[in-house]
């Protein structure tokens, strides 16, 4: 059994900064990609940024920047350093583990979800 925890979200005024950590647990042998998805209300979830195990990395051309991630393979986490945060990056972050490997089989899983609020 994997699971997949967030943490770090919270409320934070226009310009400040949040730290979101995501911690992949259970039997893993890999991991491929790990990242981070958001979702306003009323819009599709979309990518935010993505890290390989080999460290390449893509962001959503609204948080270049401003945003960082970061990945510690041996600990099967990953973190997103979000600054000069807007009230438009408000939503709920989802960490993603993708190509999970336990034993012979691959599996992509999701966390539950985290808020960020973005308001003064």
């Known amino acids: 059994q994997v699971q997949v925890v967030e943490s770090g979200g919270g409320l934070v005024q226009p310009g400040g900064s949040l730290r979101l950590s995501c911690a992949a647990s259970?039997?893993?042998?890999?991991?491929?990609?790990m990242g981070w998805y958001r979702q306003a209300p009323g819009k599709q979830r979309e990518l935010v940024a993505r890290v390989t195990s080999g460290g390449s990395t893509n962001y959503a051309d609204s948080v270049k920047g401003r945003f960082t991630i970061s990945r510690d393979n041996a600990k099967n986490t990953v973190y997103l350093q979000m600054n000069s945060l807007k009230p438009e990056d408000t939503a709920v972050y989802y960490c993603?583990?993708?190509?999970?490997?336990?034993?012979?089989?691959?599996?992509?899983?999701w966390g539950q979800g985290t808020q960020v609020t973005v308001s003064s």
């Open positions: 993603y583990a993708g190509g999970v490997r336990v034993g012979s089989t691959y599996t992509d899983y």
């Open positions: 259970g039997s893993i042998f890999s991991i491929s990609a």
